[in-house]
């Protein structure tokens, strides 16, 4: 007599921050799960972790989705490996270099990292989740997206991307057992700004969201069908009033360096 089917998640920026978090839930919740990042080392070290912890089947997959190859290596797990019951795209970028000092070519990676890449992944999945008529798609957004100003940044940008598309693809394909979700958090514990030179010593402590409750209010939100999840009760508010708060005091919320121009540098 076998035991039930485990089920598959694939996790892209799985090597830290939002992504580490959802591996980690994921497997202690009995989940096999496939770790994609850049990080080969940490990989491997998540993998061991998470194996000797938890148990079940943990693969590291070492691939750069800023590129035409990473892209196409994780896009074959998805459509002809073991079924993947939940995709979860996190893995992004942000620049702190104002646009009009930025290079071309690193805007480009941006886009394809934030929107390419969730695009080609999300594409590929959904054709054999739509085939079993279950399977869910959670696309790592942010409260950016919606409309807080970050002068000079493309990030808000692609963000806005992200949670468009997620809304407009999870409508289409809900009556097909399969859903798609945007979640976008808040300033968030993860040392992405620390790694991209962000200054964030302005924004209060009590702004900030630890990685672990993204998580659990994203995989809460999924299980009730949403189609966008902010997660923490001030991030909810805050997009509540974007629409209608006046664009001084919205200027106001952005308190990280992204973006800015130094008139000095030219």
């Not at 089917?5 to 980690?24: C, D, E, Q, Y």
């Not at 998540?46 to 892209?71: F, I, K, N, Q």
Request: proline share 5%; glycine share 10%; aromatic share 4%.
């Amino acid at each position: 007599m076998t035991g039930p089917t485990r089920r598959r998640a694939l996790v892209t920026g799985a090597s830290l921050g939002i992504g580490a978090a959802f591996a980690h839930r994921l497997a202690a919740d009995g989940w096999d799960v496939v770790l994609v990042a850049r990080d080969t080392a940490r990989l491997d070290e998540m993998a061991a972790e998470l194996t000797g912890r938890h148990g079940g089947e943990v693969t590291p997959v070492p691939a750069d989705l800023s590129t035409d190859d990473g892209c196409a290596t994780v896009e074959r797990l998805l459509t002809a490996g073991p079924p993947v019951d939940l995709l979860v795209n996190n893995a992004g970028v942000s620049l702190n270099t104002p646009f009009v000092r930025s290079a071309t070519s690193d805007e480009a990676r941006l886009i394809r990292l934030n929107v390419l890449a969730v695009l080609r992944l999300t594409h590929a999945a959904l054709a054999p989740m739509i085939e079993r008529g279950e399977g869910a798609v959670i696309n790592v957004s942010s409260v950016a997206g919606f409309g807080v100003p970050m002068p000079g940044s493309t990030y808000s940008a692609s963000k806005a991307w992200v949670t468009n598309f997620s809304e407009s693809i999870g409508q289409s394909v809900a009556p097909l057992g399969v859903r798609v979700m945007a979640l976008c958090p808040g300033y968030t514990r993860t040392g992405n700004h620390e790694r991209a030179g962000i200054d964030m010593s302005r924004l209060p402590a009590w702004a900030w969201l630890r990685a672990d409750e993204v998580v659990d209010e994203g995989l809460r939100d999924l299980r009730k069908g949403k189609l966008v999840s902010v997660p923490d009760w001030k991030y909810k508010l805050a997009v509540a009033g974007l629409r209608h708060a006046p664009k001084r005091l919205l200027r106001g919320f952005t308190r990280d360096t992204r973006g800015k121009v130094d008139r000095a540098r030219g």
